[in-house]
């Protein structure tokens, strides 16, 4: 007879491994299912092995500016790729471990195989089918095998994987997906990357600190297109002036192989194309969920452009059935994958006040060099819904802290409602900003106007003191500027 659940999770990523715990938190019986690798893309192959591949190239930036400090370091500072890949590679599977030891402590179940519906709270567990792109990782003691599994409520966190652009589709050789970025045997002279989005420039970024000749060609007007336009075009003002080729208006029509190095034609606004050769090129264009050989058709679970169709608990059309994270829609982001995880196990266990995901308030952070960090609206999509704003500005030139540490190159930019004071988006470029953000998701959710923000006290010397001074000078009262 069928192994019998409350709940079965389809992928041990941040969505799938934290709806797991909560719901093993809440008395339930729980199984994971996954094929690859526990932790998902985030801690193997997404969030964290890039930090630490970009802390890499902190390390090496400051120690090439240790004059600045008055610091003179002998000899020469030089990357090692090798070792680089080899902590960033460490790291990951201390992640992967980390998870295995949350199952065990939380009595979660792991069956080892590729999960697919077969009826409503029925799973087939059995061999990896493609698409897979991603490599495998070590296959953790004590899972449960093949076969099939039955669940109250089943739950998709399948993830993501790398859009590929037909006729410019990553061969792992010359045309690298995140995966092969990750982990370079040997560093490229010279790099194309298609696409600005966060995974886009974080290697780029990552690259060209590491002394590689970057181009990036992206086809909207922006690096970064999702964010504040002005914030943008700050960053990108930092990007050219550490070397980076960026090229907006711009799209890779089509690329020629070489034996060692691509060519790549890129399409210009005018019409004209300019040949760009490189070493390697990277495919930055997207994710797509992984809906594939998950028997979704034969149950008819709704989806759209590549993602389930969610409501705002996570529940699917089919009753009992529930998807989240990256599987159920942008922003692709392992914070959002966590809270959906959590407000959807939640819901499945009856607890009062569990309130649906508001997508608004879901920061975004991208870990280029300077940092870029926001939440809630844009300046123009503000204004795009109708809304009267005030803005506030302030840069890390007149703020003690930043002066002192050597990072006096961002901003904050802040965004209020006219009428109510409250508090609709903030948007900042500049170091640690990753960090800073969450003082104003705190403030979002909490509805937090003008006046609770001026009335708080912010610490000095802090970078975080940029964040008042912007929220002053909205209206009129910078004490710095
Ligand atoms: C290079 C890169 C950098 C990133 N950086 C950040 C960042 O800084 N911050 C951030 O918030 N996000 C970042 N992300 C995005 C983040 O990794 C994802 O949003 C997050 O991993 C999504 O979590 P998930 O649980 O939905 O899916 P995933 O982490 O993709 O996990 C899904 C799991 O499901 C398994 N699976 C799939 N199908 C089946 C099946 N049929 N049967 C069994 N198992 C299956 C897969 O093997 C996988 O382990 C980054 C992504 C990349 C690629």
Redo the contacts with the bound molecule.
């Keep these: 007879m069928a192994q019998n659940y409350d709940v079965i999770i ?8 934290i709806a797991a715990i909560r719901a093993a938190q809440l008395g339930m019986k729980v199984a994971v ?15 964290i092995p ?2 630490a591949l970009l802390r890499s190239a902190d390390v090496l930036h400051s120690a090439q500016h240790a004059k600045n400090y008055g610091l003179t370091l002998e000899g020469t500072i030089s990357p090692d790729i090798k070792a680089i890949v080899a902590r960033s590679r460490g790291i990951a599977e201390r992640m992967n471990g980390g998870v295995g030891f949350l199952f065990k402590k939380n009595k979660v179940d792991i069956i080892w ?4 519906l077969t009826k409503p709270g029925e799973i087939l ?1 059995g061999p990896i089918t493609k698409p897979i792109v ?1 490599p495998q990782g070590p296959i953790p003691k004590n899972t449960l095998g093949e076969g099939t599994y039955t669940a109250k409520h089943i739950i998709i ?4 994987r ?1 859009r590929a652009l037909p006729g410019i589709e990553p061969d792992g050789k010359l045309i690298w997906t ?1 995966f092969e ?2 982990k370079p045997e040997q560093m490229p002279k010279s790099l194309l990357v298609m696409g600005s989005g ?2 886009g420039i ?2 780029a970024s990552f690259y060209r600190t590491m002394g590689v000749d970057v181009t990036v060609v992206e086809v909207l007007g922006q690096v970064m297109p999702v964010e504040d336009a002005e914030i943008s075009a700050f960053a990108k003002k930092q990007f050219d002036k550490q070397g980076m080729k960026i090229l907006l208006e711009a799209k890779v029509s089509k690329v020629e192989k070489g034996a060692d190095s691509i060519t790549a034609h890129v399409e210009k606004k005018d019409g004209t194309i300019e040949k760009i050769t490189a070493d390697r090129m990277i495919s930055a264009v997207g ?1 797509v969920g ?1 809906i594939e ?2 028997g979704l058709e034969g149950l008819g679970v709704k989806t759209d452009r590549g993602c389930i169709v969610i409501d705002g608990y996570g529940k699917t059309n089919v009753p009992g059935l529930y998807a ?5 829609g942008p922003p ?6 966590e809270h959906e995880a959590v407000i959807c196990i939640e819901k499945i266990a009856g607890l009062p006040n569990v309130h649906p995901m508001d997508k608004l308030k879901i920061p975004g ?3 280029c060099n300077p940092q870029v960090a926001s939440v809630g609206l844009t300046e123009a999509k503000a204004k795009a819904e109708g809304r009267e704003i005030r803005v506030g500005r302030f840069p890390f030139v007149a703020n003690g802290k930043a002066i002192a540490l050597g990072e006096d190159q961002g901003m904050v930019k802040t965004i209020f409602d006219k009428k109510t004071g409250e508090l609709i988006g903030a948007h900042l470029v500049g170091a640690e900003v990753t960090e800073l953000i969450q003082g104003f998701v705190v403030a979002m959710n909490l509805e937090t106007t003008e006046e609770d923000l001026m009335h708080t006290i912010f610490p000095h010397p802090t970078i975080s003191e940029t964040m008042k001074e912007s929220v002053l000078d909205a209206y009129g009262r910078a004490l710095n500027a």
């Design positions: 389809i992928g041990s990523g941040p969505g799938g491994y299912v996954e094929r690859e690798h526990l932790a998902g893309i985030c801690s193997n192959w997404g969030c890039t930090k195989g590729e999960a697919k567990v991603q966190a399948t993830g993501a790398p995140y970025a990750m966060a995974i974080e290697f994710v992984n050989n998950l989240i994270g990256d599987v159920a692709m982001l392992a914070h959002k994958a952070c991208t870990y």
